[in-house]
T-cell receptor, first 111, second 113 residues
Framework: GQQVMQIPQYQHVQEGEDFTTYCNSS?????IQWYKQRPGGHPVFLIQ?????EVKKQKRLTFQFGEAKKNSSLHITATQTTDVGTYFC???????????FGQGTTLQVKP | NAGVTQTPKFRVLKTGQSMTLLCAQD?????MYWYRQDPGMGLRLIHY???????AKGEVPDGYNVSRLKKQNFLLGLESAAPSQTSVYFC????????????FGSGTRLTVV
């Protein structure tokens, strides 16, 4: 079945540095969702991207969907310690609603 | 406003024992899902349901059964637990279509010894 590959697996940054995680697929994605999971917590929905080339912002977070709808990225500007956690992308199915998750990128932020 | 509630939160089973994990949502969501999360593996879909009385297999269904007798509840059963089923189990629910994303429960940490 379809699969989304997420890189990098881990990222350590100094507080104030930027961070980017990438999600790639070999096939065209119907839509893509992004989630954040704090250590010991559960995934929390951040955003859904549907349209080719779509860019959405949430404060310091910028989400992009590629023109060919085969890749997506999440960029965090000027990281803070509150950004620590694992960020997942997930490929969505419009008819069943099921999501297939990438492996996640775990972000550590040094104060 | 509880959202998605999972019980129990922790459980230790012996190999071969059976158990049922309960997921309850109070948001009137049509869709419900069971995932397992293992280190380095992300979240893998076990079974899902698109409505009361319906269930379907996900990526890793072997060794698990599910039932959705009521819209608000989604049960995950392990008939004969194996150490390979040691994991954190998450239940989630969503609207139809899931434009607003999934709402996850807080998880059940299961250890099979």
């Amino acid at each position: 079945g379809q699969q989304v590959m997420q890189i990098p697996q881990y990222q350590h940054v100094q507080e104030g540095e930027d961070f980017t995680t990438y999600c790639n697929s070999s096939t065209t994605l119907s839509n893509i969702q992004w989630y954040k999971q704090r250590p010991g917590g559960h995934p929390v929905f951040l955003i859904q991207l549907v349209k080719s080339g779509e860019v959405k912002k949430q404060k310091r977070l910028t989400f992009q969907f590629g023109e060919a709808k085969k890749n997506s990225s999440l960029h965090i500007t000027a990281t803070q310690t509150t950004d620590v956690g694992t960020y997942f992308c997930a490929e969505g199915s419009s008819n069943t609603g099921k999501l297939i998750f990438g492996q996640g990128t775990t972000l550590q932020v040094k104060p | 406003n509880a959202g998605v509630t999972q019980t129990p939160k922790f459980r230790v089973l012996k190999t071969g024992q059976s158990m049922t994990l309960l997921c309850a949502q109070d948001m009137n969501h049509e869709y419900m899902y069971w995932y397992r999360q293992d280190p380095g593996m992300g979240l893998r879909l076990i079974h899902y349901s698109v409505g009361e009385g319906t269930t379907a297999k996900g990526e890793v269904p072997d060794g698990y059964n599910v039932s959705r007798l009521k819209k608000q509840n989604f049960l995950l059963g392990l008939e004969s637990a194996a150490p390979s089923q040691t994991s954190v189990y998450f239940c989630a629910s969503s609207t139809r279509p899931p434009s607003y994303g999934y709402t996850f429960g807080s998880g059940t940490r299961l250890t099979v010894v």
